[in-house]
């Protein structure tokens, strides 16, 4: 036990070296396919420079995200939202009314010789007989108001017409409704003014302030129970045909465009599904591990011989294994992300930084192990790993003087035209 904990000791550093290095061989695991490398690389607007590809075994063709969500819009708009009626809305506001009516009341009892605060010709007796007219008449406008229902309509549902329906949930109950039953709260404003000026002036006088602080909406969107609804009842297939046995995908030279692109790639997806589930799963995972232990030795060895002050400083060494790490994950996040292109992704910034902090050969040799790695995430795996190859190196080797602001600048240029001139060189081949 002693020798153990004395080895521990010792050797602390090496150890948490070891940790760090094995650490960024399980992460960078994570991030592989599942089911293997498919064979044959492919990208929309090229050519198939491959045979003529048959169908081993039949299997379904997927929409791409497009066009599954511009299904799942057009299906939406013929959802018919669920609404909530708020019963405490009323309950509050007729408590409310009462305070507000008695407040009203009594400022008009205390002047009503005053016309000029008041504007009105009444006589106190008029004024308390007709106390209880007006009282009943405010709480009349409340409930029929807050009974047919306030709606506050949603921004999605504005456009709606009067003769749509919605789904009212009231309680444990759920009715169909048109809209025209309810009112905004512009048109229950509209029906108090109304309803005001049909009354004597007194009338108007106490109830229009009393009505100034009340109403309010008690029938709104129900957004969480409408997304229950339509995810648990939407009919949209995620598939949109099906591909036979035998039957032909694509001719040699053929152009891979958007339509034949997708069924390339759904054919990928369930070649990949059938192989993890024919082969031994066992055999796949070692041979992804390997091929990491690989791409990540040849920095690991490069430090070792060439940078034994980095090498032994594990805070140097996770810095770099760990930036490896996680422009890894963004690759590998990114290229399931349709609307997103790979090259958005700034790899070139990983070898300028570690330039920035250590020297040209070291981020070389980093970029290097990065590419390998991202290498068998992507599709068109040459295209990618041979322009970033091109624009890293001339990122490393533009950066000369740090401190320069436009060094950046000029760097960024080059690492453009690089990119430019490689993209339009493979597209020319």
Known sequence: MNKFNHIIINRHQDIIKHIIILSSIFLIFLTLPEGGLFEYEFKKNTPWSYDDLFAEFNFPVSKSESEYQTDLAKQRKQLTPFYTYDSMAMIQDQKKYIDLFQEEFEYLLDNVKNKDKTGLKITRKKLIKDSSAIHIQGFKIISHLYNKGIIQLDDEHKDFKQSQYIKLQKGE?????????????????????????????????????????????????????????????????????????????????????????????????????RKRGNQNSFLINLGFLLLIVLCLAIVIVYLYQAQPEIFKSNSKISFILFSIVIFTFIISIVKDIESIELYVVPLCILPILIRAFFDTRTALFTLISLLLLTGLIVPNSFEYVFLNTIAGIFAIYSIRKLHYRSQFFITSLIILLSYCIGYLGISLV
């Open 173 to 273: 109950y759920t009715e169909k409704l048109k809209l025209k039953r309810f009112r905004t709260l512009d048109k229950a404003e509209l029906y108090i003014q109304n309803k005001l000026n049909e009354k004597d002036p007194h009338f108007r006088f106490i109830l229009s302030k009393v009505f100034d602080e009340l109403i309010e909406e008690n029938v709104k969107y129900d957004h969480e129970t409408t997304e229950t609804f339509f995810d648990n009842n939407n009919n949209v297939l995620k598939y949109k045909g099906s591909i036979q046995k035998g039957q032909k995908l694509i001719s040699k030279g053929d152009l891979v465009n958007p339509e034949n692109f997708q069924t390339l790639d759904s054919y990928q997806k369930e070649y990949n599904l």
